[in-house]
């Protein structure tokens, strides 16, 4: 470290630091532990040396291309901070919608079981058990490292959900649940995406959903039918443009009131269908 290094201040890092303003901001945020007004009205304060050299380190990952929640290892979802690692999918926005259309099958005060398959971080189980603390949420996932980060992620969240390592239906006690829920697999083999932007960084287990993408929905819809009560819903996640092969694939296999939803962006985003044969 040379003497300019002890004298760098706020504003000379996002300065340096290569990136777009905001995402040097928000690296900073969560490194200072700040807000944003702080780092405005604070941009001659002198930062630490070691917060500056983890902060240079910051912004060379992320001029890599790392995501930046992988960088600072935190990801907000439905209100709550979420802890996430390269073992797990960084949960997006659209997500959120999923969790709103589960509510709204869920009366408050409500006993019911959920089942989340694919849960990577925990997100939506962690969210529906916060917004429902009555609920019995059981979620799964095939990874045992995402279930770790899960797991923690409850405890910080301060809620009761019971994780189990299992191959969607595979691995859980016989039994029926009220509603099953997946933001499953659903890019094609073959998708261009997985070499852009934060996908590239993702794990394939959580991305890749068979040649078509489908494959993974494919699965749980059928698998479901034995497993949900009669009168219980199945919520999945999918594509832009797997919506209308979504629905035609619930009707197909019996689901009653199959119906696609579009996410805030207006597009296709969950396909919902109930059980009632």
Avoid: K
Avoid at 29 to 38: A, F, I, K, N, T
Avoid at 136 to 153: F, Q
Avoid at 157 to 176: I, K, M, T
């Amino acid at each position: 470290m040379n003497a300019l290094d002890t004298e760098i201040t706020i504003g000379g890092l996002v300065r340096e630091s290569g990136l777009p303003r905001p995402e040097a901001e928000l690296l900073l945020r969560v490194l200072l532990e700040c807000e944003r007004s702080y780092l405005i009205s604070h941009a001659e304060e002198t930062v630490d040396s070691a917060r500056a050299i983890a902060a240079r380190g910051w912004f060379a990952r992320r001029r890599a291309g790392e995501p930046l929640a992988y960088v600072t290892g935190q990801r907000e979802f439905y209100g709550l901070s979420l802890l996430v690692t390269p073992e797990v999918l960084i949960p997006r926005p659209e997500t959120e919608h999923l969790v709103d259309l589960v509510l709204q099958r869920i009366p408050r005060e409500s006993r019911m079981s959920v089942l989340e398959l694919g849960t990577g971080c925990g997100a939506i189980a962690i969210a529906l058990a916060r917004e429902r603390p009555d609920l019995n949420v059981t979620a799964t996932d095939l990874s045992e490292g995402a279930l770790e980060v899960a797991r923690g992620n409850a405890r910080s969240c301060a809620v009761q959900v019971h994780f189990a390592r299992s191959d969607w239906f595979e691995g859980l006690a016989p039994g029926r649940f009220d509603l099953v829920v997946s933001n499953p697999p659903y890019v094609a083999a073959g998708d261009a995406h997985l070499d852009q932007g934060d996908l590239r960084f993702e794990p394939r287990l959580a991305l890749v959903g068979g040649e078509d993408g489908l494959a993974c929905i494919r699965t749980i819809a059928e698998r479901a039918r034995d497993r949900i009560r009669y009168g219980g819903w199945l919520l999945l996640e999918h594509g832009y443009d797997q919506g209308d092969r979504c629905v035609e694939l619930l009707r197909a296999l019996g689901y009653a009131d199959a119906e696609d939803f579009d996410d805030l962006a207006g597009i296709p985003r969950v396909c919902v269908g109930r059980r009632l044969n």
